[in-house]
Every structure is written in structure tokens, then in C-alpha cells.
């Protein structure tokens, strides 16, 4: 969608607002006057499609003060509740539900939370809905908990430049001062401005947008819960307009290779290592003989490893697993050092060890050898 379009439309919105027809008999001033319900015919504003992944954006209590203990049979929120309870979307976007919603439903999930199988199928439902011309952007509510996960996926599989953004809550939407309402508008907002295509799947929660590549959540219950710790904010949602100040460079979305329809049903098998002091070997040699393919230790000071796990990575490179290096100070990048180099093992930049993971899964899948692997670290 073009800005000259979009500015159209909104000046058309103005006109409608500000038009006698539309305000015979209310009786107020335009600054005091309610928003309306319906839209004034004739205008046609992005249309912006709402899925839904679960989470606490999607949950309510017994009480306004139940802030921490939600959800379940009979405290869900459908997104035509969302719809019904925010009659000032109808401002800013034609908002549709999908209404292809049984992957996407929280009750598809299994017991242990969020799998990559049911982010296989939302991601190709998102798919095939950026596919629709009609459709101008996507807004995907999820859990605050591997929100930033499920984003990335959707960063490196979906080929489209049209706006993704994802968007949740840290209170219940039955909650006191619940932040679940503003965040949904202010999502809604974003995946219908123009000036977020090509931008990559974005995430935006407390009026902040973030890219998924950085983004991470960094406090359990906070409403200021997330952060992109090196880069910060792409741009913010202020109540006057989107303001972007900058721009993802790393390849993602419509730039990828590892677009969902080229990846295999099932990614290889791909572990998280802690580092600590006195860190054994032994849990690595368990992710190996399990069937680990590659494994990302997530390393002291600058991605170093500990204890045992140096002769441990030794034995795993024998057997033909990857290994990537990230750093669990949560800032920094893990550099490609002589050393590192000479041990084979693949300095994993600025990365989240969950984020590296995936993207190790999907370089192995593609089949790229060590040197692949450094490339696509180095690109994404």
C-alpha cells in the first residue's frame, strides 16, 4: 500500500469525522465526540487480519485484581471479543478475525506449552493470509512467555514484506489497568502503516516496537517486560502517529532462504548448553547420543566455555555436530577470534541461544556444513 493512499484515505476519514452528516444531532464538539461505531460508507481503510496464539492477552480472572493466576476453561478471550471491546480500531484498520482458526486456538497447543509443530501450522496460516491481496497486515497475539521465539520463526519463514507484528500482554484482559487494550490498538496501528512493510516481523507491547531478530522478554510480570538489549527500538506508537527511527539490515521475511515451504516437516534435533562454572561434559555427550545435530552453548563472558565442556565439544565435532557459541551476558556480541576458529566453532554474534537455535535448525536443515553455518550467522 502506497503512503499517498493510505494518507487519502485518513484525510477522507478526517472529512467524515468532521462532516455535518456524521455529527447531525450529537450534539458535541469534534474534540469531546465519541468514536463511532461504524464507519462512514465509503471509505476503505487497510484491512488487517487478527490470529490468535493463546497467551495472557487472551486470558481473564475471576477478579480485576487477579493478576497472576488466569486462564483456563471458561476465562479464554476470543478475538471478536478483542474486536467488540475496541470500537476504536475502527479508526485505524478494517480488523477481521480469521476465521481459519483451529491451528492458531490455544487449545491446540499441547500440555508442555508452544511446539514447533503448532508454529509450523500458524506460521502457514500467516502465510497463506499475506498471500491475500486484500489483506494489508497481520497482527499475531501470543504468550509473553516464547513470544520473541515464535516471531523469529515467522521472521525467517514467511516470504511477504507486508507487516507481521506480534503483540501480547503481562496482565489478563479482565485485569486493573490491564495492558492488553492498548497494546492490541497500538498493534493493530503498526500492521496497518505503510511505513512497516519490508520492515521483518515486528514485535510491539508498552508503545515500543522491536524487531523480532532482538527483541527478549526481561521481566516476569513487569509491563516494561521487553527489551532489545544491544539495538533498541525500532520506532515507537505515540498517540499522534508510528514513528519508525530505524531499520532491521539482516536478512528476514521476503530476503530469506528458509522460507516455510522449503523447509522439511521436521527440523534437526538442536540443544541448548548453560555455561557455569564447573559446567560437565557429560550433558553434552547425552545431547549427542540422543540425536542432537548441533548445539548452541550459551557461554560465559564473551561465549566461553566451562568446566568439561571443552573436551566434551571435541568429541561432539568428531561426530559431525555443529557448534555455536552465544554469550549469556544477554549483551555483546561473541566474536570470531583465532581461537574460536581454530576450535570449529561458530561465533553466534548477538544472538539469544533460543534465537541461534532456530536458526542453526533451519541452516542444517537447508544442509549447510560449518562454513554455511558462519555464513548464515553472519547474514541473519
Not at 509443530?117 to 509473553?144: M, S, W, Y
Not at 527478549?216 to 514513528?243: H, N, T
Amino acid at each position: 500500500m502506497s503512503l499517498e493512499r493510505t494518507m487519502n484515505r485518513r484525510s477522507a476519514l478526517r472529512q467524515a469525522l468532521l462532516g455535518g452528516a456524521v455529527l447531525a444531532g450529537i450534539g458535541r464538539s469534534v474534540r469531546g465526540q465519541e468514536i463511532p461505531k461504524v464507519l462512514p460508507p465509503g471509505l476503505n481503510l487497510p484491512r488487517v487480519m487478527l490470529v490468535s496464539m493463546g497467551g495472557t492477552i487472551a486470558s481473564k480472572a475471576t477478579s480485576r485484581m487477579n493478576l497472576n493466576n488466569y486462564g483456563g476453561p471458561g476465562n479464554r478471550v476470543a478475538p471478536q471479543d478483542w474486536v467488540d471491546a475496541l470500537p476504536e480500531l475502527a479508526l485505524v484498520a478494517r480488523v477481521t478475525p480469521d476465521d481459519q482458526r483451529a491451528p492458531e486456538d490455544v487449545a491446540g497447543r499441547s500440555a508442555g506449552g508452544m511446539t514447533t509443530a503448532h508454529i509450523r501450522k500458524v506460521t502457514a496460516r500467516v502465510q497463506e493470509l499475506v498471500n491475500d491481496p486484500t489483506v494489508d497486515g497481520v497482527v499475531v497475539t501470543h504468550g509473553t512467555n516464547t513470544m520473541a521465539e515464535t516471531a523469529w520463526f515467522m521472521n525467517l519463514a514467511v516470504n511477504t514484506r507486508k507487516p507481521i507484528v506480534f503483540v501480547g500482554s503481562q496482565r489478563p484482559w479482565s485485569g486493573l489497568s490491564g495492558d492488553g487494550p492498548l497494546n492490541l490498538f497500538n498493534a493493530v496501528r503498526v500492521a496497518a502503516t505503510p511505513s512497516a512493510e519490508g520492515m521483518g516481523v515486528l514485535h510491539v507491547m508498552n508503545q515500543n516496537i522491536n524487531a523480532a531478530r532482538d527483541v527478549m522478554k526481561m521481566s516476569a510480570y513487569r509491563v516494561e517486560a521487553f527489551r532489545s538489549p544491544d539495538l533498541g527500538i525500532l520506532g515507537v506508537v505515540d498517540p499522534d502517529r508510528v514513528v519508525f527511527h530505524t531499520a532491521p539490515l539482516r536478512r528476514h521475511t521476503h530476503a530469506s532462504e528458509f522460507h516455510l515451504a522449503g523447509l522439511p516437516e521436521a527440523l534437526p534435533a538442536v540443544e541448548i548448553l548453560y555455561g557455569y562454572t564447573d559446567a560437565p561434559g557429560y550433558l553434552l555427550d547425552a545431547m549427542v547420543s540422543n540425536g542432537a545435530k548441533g548445539v548452541v552453548i550459551d557461554g560465559t563472558g564473551a561465549g566461553a566455555l566451562a568446566g568439561g565442556q571443552s573436551e566434551a565439544v571435541k568429541r561432539a565435532q568428531e561426530k559431525g555436530v555443529i557448534v555455536v557459541a552465544t554469550t549469556r551476558t544477554r549483551s555483546g556480541r561473541v566474536q570470531d577470534t583465532p581461537r574460536r576458529r581454530e576450535s570449529s566453532i561458530v561465533p553466534g554474534d548477538n544472538f539469544q541461544p533460543e534465537k541461534a537455535r532456530m536458526l542453526l535448525q533451519m541452516a542444517l536443515a537447508k544442509g549447510a556444513d560449518l562454513n554455511g553455518v558462519r555464513r548464515v550467522f553472519e547474514q541473519y
